[in-house]
């Protein structure tokens, strides 16, 4: 059995995307997955038990069928300078070696997610270089290329890391940034030990939310849920409604799944917007529920219509905060997120590196 920590130079990197992804493509190959979470700090109660919520998804999508105790054995479950002041780092430890041992079990491999990103975690003992050298794991780095520092945050990482890190994959790479990653590989990844295992292009699906995830953001109300499915349904793109037909006209075609926002007492736009297909969802803002014949238009046509307490600009806020975070959830964007990782990740170089029978590739 050989593990791989999977980690991060900043939060919503897609970590959890990629370890769902290739854990997925390996199963079907054959490979027995294993995922362990030293620690987490996305705490939620499912079944009384206070768990990481995206440790807990990502063994239930994987099916590892280990016990989320041993999957994520330490949650912060208090403010974490309180959670540091009581803590004994050994017994942290050891907490994390028998659980790792206990996952290790039976697998061929297994993927070890960090916390955030790779230096959190080092006043307890649990940083990135702190479990790699705890569990003698190799690090893979997820880069999203936010804008071109990205490549200082790197090479500070291969500093701090050292030869543990051993792997670069981009993520969410568009427009200009794609041009770069030749560069940035011959120059300085290359030159300091680091091998590139691919560059995963972005994708307006993943970066989207479902409906249902919208209406969890803003504690919105149903008024129309469409049709049996569509609260699933991903929305990539957002536009307010504040101005003219004519001109509202022009931007819902150019769009493809976008939600409109917009108030309540808007009919004209509503209406528009109910005719053009693009508009999968509308946001009905300041608690202005829209006319009956609006409302029986939109189950008509199957399009979800949520009421909003706040404001339109407000209910723009809380949307957007949340876009670019969104978690890998439900089988559209798995499906997708496996897509894009078969097609630019170099797999077999993985599969190489993990020791796994590469017999299994020709299935």
């Not at 022009?250 to 508009?279: C, H, M, P, S």
């Not at 559209?332 to 993985?350: A, G, N, P, Q, S």
């Amino acid at each position: 059995m050989k593990g791989l920590l999977v980690s991060s130079l900043e939060e919503y990197s897609g970590k959890s995307a990629l370890i769902i992804a290739v854990g997925l493509i390996l199963r079907e190959r054959g490979f027995k997955i294993g995922y362990f979470k030293p620690f987490g700090v996305g705490i939620t109660r499912i079944e009384n038990h206070l768990v990481d919520e995206d440790a807990y998804n990502t063994a239930l999508v994987l099916d590892t069928g280990d016990s989320i105790e041993d999957v994520c054995p330490i949650v912060i479950d208090r403010p974490y300078m309180d959670f540091v002041r009581a803590a004994d780092p050994l017994e942290l430890k050891k907490k994390v070696i028998d659980s790792y041992k206990r996952i290790s079990e039976d697998k061929d491999v297994v993927f070890v997610e960090s916390a955030v990103e790779y230096k959190v975690g080092k006043a307890l003992g649990l940083c990135d270089s702190a479990v790699s050298s705890m569990l003698d794991l190799d690090l893979l780095i997820v880069v999203k290329y936010t804008n071109d520092f990205i490549l200082d945050k790197i090479l500070a990482a291969r500093e701090l890391l050292g030869e543990r890190l051993k792997f670069i994959i981009f993520n969410q790479l568009s427009g200009y940034k794609e041009g770069y990653v030749t560069f940035i590989n011959e120059r300085f990844l290359k030159r300091n030990g680091l091998e590139l295992l691919g560059s995963l292009p972005f994708s307006p699906l993943l970066a989207g939310l479902s409906v249902r995830e919208i209406v969890d953001a803003l504690s919105g109300e149903w008024l129309i849920k469409g049709k049996p499915g569509e609260e699933e349904v991903i929305i990539e793109e957002l536009l307010i409604g504040a101005m003219s037909p004519p001109s509202a006209l022009k931007y819902f075609r150019r769009v493809r799944k976008a939600a409109l926002i917009t108030g309540g007492d808007r009919a004209d736009l509503q209406n528009l917007a109910l005719e053009t297909g693009t508009i999968k969802c509308l946001l009905l803002t300041g608690n202005l529920e829209p006319t009956g014949t609006i409302l029986g238009k939109a189950e008509e046509k199957g399009v979800p219509v949520i009421l909003v307490a706040d404001d339109t600009l407000t209910t723009l806020g809380k949307v957007d905060e949340v876009f670019g975070k969104a978690r890998i959830r439900g089988e559209v964007k798995i499906r997708k997120m496996k897509e894009l990782v078969e097609r630019f990740v170099d797999l077999k170089r993985l599969i190489d590196y993990l020791n796994l029978d590469t017999a299994f590739l020709q299935k």
